[in-house]
Every structure is written in C-alpha cells, then in structure tokens.
C-alpha cells in the first residue's frame, strides 16, 4: 500500500465548517420542516454588483474574438489589475507598494494556507488563539507541530492568547519566531490591531528575523480611525507579507480572486545563512503550481476600483455593516456580553449559562434553528465563546435575532 502523510492524522477533528454543516444536515434530516438560518459561515448573499458583472460579460465577449482571445495568462496577475490595486489600495492611501510586489491569486485562504511551503519544514510559528483555522491545520500537515492535546493544541506552536482581559489583542511571543499569523479585523473576535500595537509588532519582528503573516482579508469592512494595512508602518516592508481578499467585500466568494502582497526588501535566510527573497521564492511557487486567475474575474476585479464599482460595493458593505449593527443591538437586549461587529462582519458573544461552545450551538440550533460558529473551533481560547456573522439577507437577520432572543428567554 502507498504511504500516506501521517501529519493529516494528527488533525484533532475535522475542518470546523464541515463539522458544523455536519451537525445541521443531522437536524434537517431528523426536522425536515425546520426552516434553519444560517449566520455561521462567512459566505455572503447580495448578488455580484452591476458593474462587475458587466465588466465580467465584457471580457467574456472579448474573448469570444479572434484578436480578443487569450490563454494562459500571467500566474501572478495581469498588469492592468496589479496597477490599479497597487493605485488604490496603497499608493493613494500613502502606502508605497509596487505593482510587481503584488500576487493576484484565488483566494486569501489558499495563499494564508500556501505561504508555508516556502518556510522551512521545522520553521517555528506563532499563531493567535482563537485564530483562523487554516493557519493552524496547514502547519500540522506540513509537519510543524506535535500530537494535539486535550484542549486541540498542538506541541510546537506558541499560541498567543486573545482573552476578553487584554482586549483580544494578543502579547508578544516570549521567544523569537520565523513566522507568526496576524489578522486584523479579526476572525472570529472581530478585533482591529490598533496602530501602537501593530507598531510593537513591526519593531519586535525586525528584531528578531521574523515575518509576520498579516490577514487584512477584512479591511474594507472597517469603520473607525485604525490600520488597513501593515505596510502603514514603517518599517513593515522589511518584516510582513499581506493577504487581502474580493471574497467578502466585492462579493467574489464564489467567483474566487484575492491578492498577496510581499516586498521586494522581504528576505528569508536558507540553511547556509544565505539572505533569499521571499517574493522570488513565492513566485517560483505560483509559477509551478498555478496557471493564474481567469481573465474575465481579474477584469471584474478591476472594475471594483471604478467610480460606479466602488459606489456599489460599498453599499453590499455598508448592508452587511447594518445587519451586524442589528445583531450586536438585538443580542444587548438579551443581556448577553458582545464583541466585534462594528469594524468586522462578525459579532463575538460570551456563551451564556456555562454553556460551551457546542453546547450552545446545538441549542441555538434546537431551540432557535439558527445556525452559528462555536468559539472552540478557533481555538482553547475561543471556548466558552461564539461567532455570529452579518452576512446574511436583512430579514432574516431580523428574524435570526428575534428567535435568538425568545429561545433564550
């Protein structure tokens, strides 16, 4: 028989959404007539903006023609999407990024999973807790870590606690590591990484050689005067990479485009103690293992940074930005504790009774048929805790939150 890689084995359970879709396909089956809510995962429901579709219709067109046609395209990006993201996202905010340090990509969680190939195989790693599933799973297959423990962590990664008690914002690590996961907003907690803080992050990287893997996957759905971007600290071009994502805020979580940003200054050291380019790394990478995001989604891409495109992907923003404002005012009135919600799409909440995480999703579920995320699947420190998300259509948000409030009445 073929061997296998035994560092699948020792994920401690299945992927947390599929568990979750697990549990809910159960009670529609033993319920056929439940009428479930879903406000568990992150996949957004407003239809794709009018101006991207027509600019999608167009390329299509386009390659309809003989001198329209193309095939491969570019793996890292064609020019024209590199250029005006590198336009709008950073340099008209001030933030000096070029072009070619920008990787056009599927999605921001193939490349938040992607990126440790290029790191060595015993490379140390940091990551928050709660945190992103995927950054924790694609260390475990890649072989980083030990066997998980009764509490799902693993041996070998340092875990940053996020704790009501220091605001969600993790501390330093107490040794130097070569990587370590930041995202901001946060996933599940809803927290942003305020600009002292990423400033301690950025100071304390640079000195110690590593890099940190900054997530701003969310950054369009913040409201308030914080960071956007890692690179709005000096110094970062040295110390981070960037992933940022069309999924949620262009409404792209099915059409699939996103971007990684890493600087030409960003470099690594092999084995012999030799400085290497992480970007030229990365590119080898892309080159090898991928043929490029399609043309017509890149163009739809590009028409999010048109005057119409922005108007309208900020208003499926500024709906989704509502509905969690309903939520965190509707659960308030329960009395529950709340986090998030006013500068992510998601909404923490303080499990109540001593419930667990699972215990109070199966409730929500029985009692209520809404469907949410359990805080212990982010990690040992999301247990006791809970992730509602805001993409949902309006009515039944409202509805979600009204069952809510009576099934805990």
């Not at 962590?153 to 370590?180: H, I, K, Q, S, W």
């Not at 002292?196 to 996957?217: P, T, Y």
């Not at 992510?344 to 409730?363: I, R």
């Not at 995320?373 to 247990?383: I, L, N, Y």
Request: glycine share 10%; hydrophobic share 35%; net charge negative.
């Amino acid at each position: 028989m073929a061997r296998l890689n035994d560092h699948y084995l020792k994920l401690a359970a299945g992927y947390l959404f599929p568990e979750i879709s697990r549990r809910m396909n159960a009670f529609s089956e033993a319920n056929p007539g439940a009428d479930i809510i879903k406000l568990g995962i992150g996949d957004v429901v407003l239809p794709l903006a009018p101006t991207i579709r027509q600019a999608m219709h167009e390329a299509i067109d386009e390659l309809a023609t003989p001198e329209g046609f193309r095939g491969y395209g570019p793996s890292e990006g064609y020019d024209f999407l590199r250029e005006t993201i590198a336009r709008n996202d950073y340099v008209d905010r001030g933030v000096r990024i070029e072009p070619d340090e920008i990787h056009v990509s599927d999605g921001s969680k193939c490349d938040s999973a992607n990126i440790q190939e290029i790191f060595a195989s015993d490379a140390t790693v940091a990551v928050t807790d709660p945190v992103y599933p995927v950054y924790v799973d694609t260390n475990v297959m890649a072989g980083r870590t030990g066997e998980a423990d009764e509490t799902g962590r693993y041996a070998g990664l340092e875990y940053l606690p996020c704790t009501r008690e220091n605001g969600f914002l993790p501390a330093l690590p107490e040794r130097p590591v070569d990587m370590v996961y930041l995202c901001s907003p946060n996933n599940p907690t809803g927290v942003v990484t305020p600009r002292d803080e990423l400033r301690k992050w950025v100071d304390w990287a640079r000195a110690n050689g590593s890099i940190i893997l900054f997530d701003a996957a969310y950054e369009r759905f913040i409201t308030e005067d914080l960071p956007h971007s890692i690179f709005e600290i000096d110094g970062a071009r040295e110390c981070a990479i960037e992933f940022r994502s069309f999924s949620k805020t262009a409404g792209f979580t099915g059409i699939r485009c996103a971007y990684i940003v890493i600087p030409k200054e960003l470099e690594g050291r092999d084995s012999r103690g030799g400085s290497v380019s992480v970007a030229q790394l990365w590119s080898r990478r892309t080159n090898t293992k991928f043929n490029g995001v399609s043309y017509p989604v890149q163009r739809a891409a590009e028409a999010v940074y048109s005057e119409a495109g922005r108007k309208e992907v900020q208003a499926n923003i500024d709906y989704y930005m509502t509905n969690a404002r309903l939520i965190l005012d509707g659960l308030a009135k329960t009395g529950l504790t709340t986090f998030g919600g006013v500068n992510a799409p998601y909404v923490w909440l303080k499990t109540p009774n001593g419930l667990d995480s699972w215990q109070f999703f199966d409730q929500l579920l029985e009692k209520a048929h809404v469907v949410g995320t359990p805080g212990s699947g982010f990690g040992a420190h999301g247990e006791g805790y809970f992730r509602l998300s805001a993409f949902g259509l309006r009515e039944k948000v409202e509805e979600a939150i009204e069952r809510i409030s009576s099934s805990l009445g």
